[in-house]
């Protein structure tokens, strides 16, 4: 089985036509949700919002500053974050001053400009923390928080599982099958790639039953290739700089209060995967630092904020591959396919099926790694204080599913579920009595 599995740190050991093999799986894993991002912006800027390629070469190059920040250590791969659609489409909906008469195009460097913004505000929580210390900070993070809150991600997602698979299930049934035959029964190199055996097999079957002239439950056609023909094979991505006005920055940074504490469920869950504690070395502080640097960058270019990715810890706990390397070589994947056009448009012609199949595992495996972190850290559920806790940030998770909305300054701002409930979270563990967490064991206390 897959937890008797010794898990490999240094995946050059494996050889490297292999090592390459594990680093275009994990491409594969974040892929789909990276490129959605742009394609969703797109929609609300009627075609004229952000480039897939330019997303492409932010996801890779923010994941490398991330890994320098975080001295090579942490394991994590940067994708576009979906947690600033909203403000995206509030920018493309503003109507008064500057944005008056102003296109579609014209308005997208204003919201790029509040992402590089709100990238800064993370060196501002890095700061406090350098500042004050990590195990302070910590004492408002203990696993009763943190663990909900990564069961919750997972949660969280699986709509989005079971939205795509719905398009078509055969197909999505087929990714899900292989990922499990191959990680239970696979052997040798097998046994590690179940997400790229996934996507091979379950597109060769979509080949096929495109080929036979079946559909999708809509109607539709299960591969289309029309973008692919019209896209070149080498160009540049369309860079644009960004611009800066009061307006939209006051709509895209508070989003990065969300954000940040996504961060940190997202590193607390890379952590329980590995079973090293990155929260304390190389410290939140480096962690964060890179998030902000990874969205500032890619802000500046026009590109979608970044985000510690969720797919690719799934990968993680599958393959049990916890090498930083394999993460950087996806990096390079998503740089070398920001240069060409139609090997993104192939990728992109996935059916939205198998990424619902795919997700069925990685979305579970997330909330799996969050009820190991409350399990492994002793977490008291015979306290009242604690249920609690883990009640209302499920709650809140869950049930904010449209978010919690406000207005600043005249503009609708945007609070996700997951950062409602890790304020809450945060909130509660703070003012009731009886917190014994002890970071420097990362256990409770008796």
């Known amino acids: 089985m897959n937890s008797q599995r010794e ?8 050889g490297i036509p292999k090592m390459l093999l594990l680093g275009l799986q994990h491409m594969f894993a974040m892929f789909g949700a990276t490129i959605l991002v742009p394609i969703l912006v797109n929609g609300y800027f009627e075609g004229e919002g952000l480039s897939v390629q330019v997303t492409l070469m932010c996801a890779g190059v923010g994941t490398l500053f991330f890994h320098l920040c975080a001295k090579l250590k942490v394991p994590a791969f940067l994708g576009s974050s979906f947690a600033f659609l909203g403000g995206f489409e509030a920018v493309a909906r503003l109507d008064t001053g500057i944005f008056a008469g102003m296109t579609m195009g014209e308005k997208l460097p204003y919201a790029c400009g509040g992402v590089v913004v709100a990238g800064a505000l993370y060196l501002v929580l890095a700061l406090l923390i350098k500042a004050i210390g990590v ?10 928080v943190t663990g909900p809150i990564i069961i919750c991600i997972g949660l969280s997602l699986a709509p989005t599982a079971i939205s795509n698979a719905s398009s078509n ?9 292989t990922i499990i ?3 239970i029964w696979g052997k040798g190199m097998f046994k590690i790639i179940p997400i790229l055996m996934g996507v091979i097999i379950s597109y060769a079957a979509a080949l096929l039953l495109n080929a036979m002239g079946m559909t999708n439950a809509d109607g539709s056609a299960i591969l289309s290739f029309a973008s ?9 991505p369309p860079f644009e700089l960004c611009k800066f006005d009061l307006t939209a920055i006051l709509v895209m940074a508070p989003i990065a209060l969300a954000t940040m504490m996504e961060h940190i469920g997202d590193i607390s869950a890379i952590s329980a995967t590995v079973g090293e504690n990155f929260i304390e070395d190389p410290g939140l502080h480096r962690t964060l630092i890179g998030d902000g640097i990874a969205t500032s960058l890619a802000g500046l270019v026009c590109g979608p904020a970044n985000t510690t990715y969720g797919e690719n810890t799934g990968v993680l706990e599958l393959s049990r591959v916890y090498d930083p390397r394999v993460i950087r070589l996806a990096a390079v994947y998503a740089i070398i396919l920001s240069f060409v056009p139609k090997i993104s448009e192939i990728i992109a012609s ?4 198998i990424i619902g199949g795919i997700s069925f595992m990685l979305y579970g495996m997330i909330s799996a790694i969050g009820v190991r972190n409350v399990v492994e850290n002793h977490v008291d559920f015979t306290k009242s204080r604690n249920l609690i806790i883990a009640a209302v940030i499920m709650v809140c998770a869950l049930g904010f599913s449209s978010g919690l909305t406000f207005n600043v300054g005249g503009t609708d701002i945007t609070l996700t579920g997951l950062a409602i409930a890790a304020i809450a979270g945060i ?16 256990k409770t206390g008796k």
């Open 7 to 14: 898990a490999i740190r240094d995946a050059r050991t494996l």
């Open 135 to 144: 195990r302070k900070v910590m004492r408002f993070l203990p696993p009763v």
């Open 169 to 177: 299930w055969l197909l999505a049934v087929i990714a899900l099958v």
């Open 181 to 183: 035959a191959f990680n």
């Open 228 to 236: 692919v023909s019209s896209a070149s094979w080498v160009g540049l």
């Open 350 to 353: 996935m059916p939205s099926a």
């Open 427 to 442: 909130l509660l563990n703070a003012v009731l009595p009886g917190n014994d967490y002890v970071f420097e064991t990362g």
